[in-house]
């Protein structure tokens, strides 16, 4: 039975070092969703919480969301061409 919490807590542990890797974050301008950067791509998640949604899935790094005045789209910067440019996923 000692074994169960030990093993939570080493979830947890591992669980927290992913979490590192979180960059950028942007929310909507309605206040209900977060753009984020998470190892090179972009992700969308409920500022409520949930499971985060791709938003790209490039080999290039993506970073810094930046939400338009509606919030319909996100401009990022990508270096797909070997600098950052700017891109959306209008």
Known sequence: MRL????????????AEEARWLRYAAISPKGDRIAFSYRGDLWVVAADGGDAQPLTGHVAYERSPVWSPDGEWIAFASDR????DVWSNA
Not at 4 to 15: A, D, N, Q, V
Not at 81 to 84: A, M, V
């Open 4 to 15: 169960i919490p030990i093993l939570l807590l080493l979830g947890s542990l591992l669980y």
């Open 81 to 84: 061409h070997g600098n950052f």
